[in-house]
């Protein structure tokens, strides 16, 4: 599944790559990858200040796949304006990078999760997690054991990529 990042953030670039990583990590068959110049994407990424979903004010938001149209995803760039040095990761990069996080995964076809379970897919932020279900990178910004469990009780493990804009029922 190809995604393209209209902006041209550094910041965002990474925190995007990072969290199509943690996706890809999960080893379910779905692949995030770059789109590549001149090809179109499957999910198209923008910032926007000021984000908001319907009234309220929101981190990101994601279409769910649906039928034949391309899906995008909208993050609010006031996530991205930090610095990241080398030797700290600041709690803004946690928090874009899960919030990006969540959002693939609503492209990928997934809802939100009961907040009371561990899972990238809550609707609140941070996500807290039990020592029975940690996150698999120990963090609270990556898709978790319950997440791969939901992707494989939807899609079942693929081989090759899939082409969401032909599905129903990603």
């Keep these: ?15 995007v790559e990072g969290a199509a990583k943690s996706w890809n990590d999960l080893r379910v068959g ?5 789109a590549h110049r001149g090809s179109r994407a499957d999910i198209t990424i923008h910032l926007r200040r000021n984000l908001r979903h319907g ?11 649906n039928g034949n149209r391309r899906l995008t995803m909208f993050l609010d760039a006031s996530l991205f304006e930090w610095t990241p040095t080398a030797s700290s990761t600041s709690w803004r990069q946690a928090s874009a990078l899960s919030v990006a ?15 009371a379970r561990c899972s990238v897919m809550n609707y609140t932020y941070p996500t807290r997690c039990q020592p029975t279900a940690e996150p698999l ?9 319950l997440d791969r469990r939901r992707l494989l009780e939807k899609y079942g493990r693929r081989k090759g ?3 969401f804009w032909n599905c129903t029922d990603l």
């Design 1 to 15: 599944v190809s995604y393209r990042l209209t902006a041209q953030n550094p910041t965002a670039k990474r925190v």
């Design 30 to 34: 779905i692949h995030l990858r770059k």
């Design 55 to 65: 009234v309220r004010p929101v981190a990101g938001y994601a279409d769910l796949p």
């Design 101 to 115: 996080a969540h959002e693939f995964g609503h492209n990928l076809g997934l809802k939100h999760s009961d907040p």
């Design 137 to 145: 990178y120990g963090d609270e910004c990556s898709p978790t054991t």
């Design 161 to 163: 990529n899939v082409r």
